[in-house]
């Protein structure tokens, strides 16, 4: 096993949010033998999804959880498109809005 494989492996792997299936994943790493160029383009959208996981679960917004990884690895996730989320926050019908008055009314 190229051992500067298994590093980047272990740095995705500290950095991915759902920590199942560990020797299946780094099988698909390894079988992926992701270049340097790669490797950034996978950190980084894994960056942005988790972002934007956050910013969802921030506002109440529903959005899907992350996959094993060794699917997200296998799947290419790193070619998902993460929508845009300003646009999103500010016209979206489906936040929740706690209401302004809390007070029950007592009859």
């Known amino acids: 096993m190229n051992k500067i494989m298994k590093k980047l492996f272990d740095h995705f792997w500290k950095e991915y ?9 780094l099988d698909a790493w390894l079988r992926l033998k992701p270049s340097p160029e790669l490797y950034a383009t996978i950190m980084e959208a894994l960056s942005n999804q988790k972002r934007y996981k956050v910013t969802c679960d921030t506002h109440n917004m529903w959005s899907p959880d992350f996959p094993h990884p060794v699917r997200w690895i296998k799947h290419e996730r790193w070619e998902d498109e993460v929508p845009e989320l300003s646009d999103i926050i500010k016209d979206s019908k489906f ?13």
């Open 95 to 107: 936040i929740y809005k706690p209401p302004k008055n809390n007070m029950r009314d007592e009859r």
């Open 17 to 25: 949010p759902r920590k199942v299936g560990k020797k299946q994943s």
